[in-house]
Nanobody, 125 residues
Framework: DVQLQASGGGPVQAGGSLRLSCAAS????????IGWFRQTPGKEREGVSC????????YYSDSVRGRFTISRGNAKNTVYLLMNNLEPADTGVYYC??????????????????WGQGTQVTVSS
């Protein structure tokens, strides 16, 4: 079974940093893209960032570009999201997801085949 385990969330003050981790296992293919999404109550899930496993190409939403950095870990199938200069608007449940092959529509929820549970990020002012 495919499993995606997101971790690293927590409370943080505005201006602070957090690093989220996504550990993927059971992926039945060699090439895939891992994306990060976030959701707050009453809002649709928003694509934040994505990275291809093969070429390392990255994608960011306008709201996080320049503050967040997505990267691949040394361990296979591990992806990190370093979030700097956090703002209260970044508060939400963060999910990681996987899609087969290189990213297609990388910030679109419907592009992804597998989802993990979320990790809560709370940024206080």
């Amino acid at each position: 079974d495919v499993q995606l385990q997101a971790s690293g969330g927590g409370p943080v003050q505005a201006g602070g940093s957090l690093r989220l981790s996504c550990a993927a296992s059971g992926l039945p293919f060699d090439d895939y893209a891992i994306g990060w999404f976030r959701q707050t109550p009453g809002k649709e899930r928003e694509g934040v960032s994505c990275i291809n496993s093969n070429d390392g190409r990255t994608y960011y939403s306008d709201s996080v570009r320049g503050r967040f950095t997505i990267s691949r870990g040394n361990a296979k199938n591990t992806v990190y999201l370093l979030m700097n200069n956090l703002e209260p608007a970044d508060t939400g449940v963060y999910y990681c997801a996987a899609q087969v092959g290189v990213a297609v529509m990388p910030l679109l929820e419907a592009s992804y085949d597998y989802w993990g549970q979320g990790t809560q990020v709370t940024v206080s002012s």
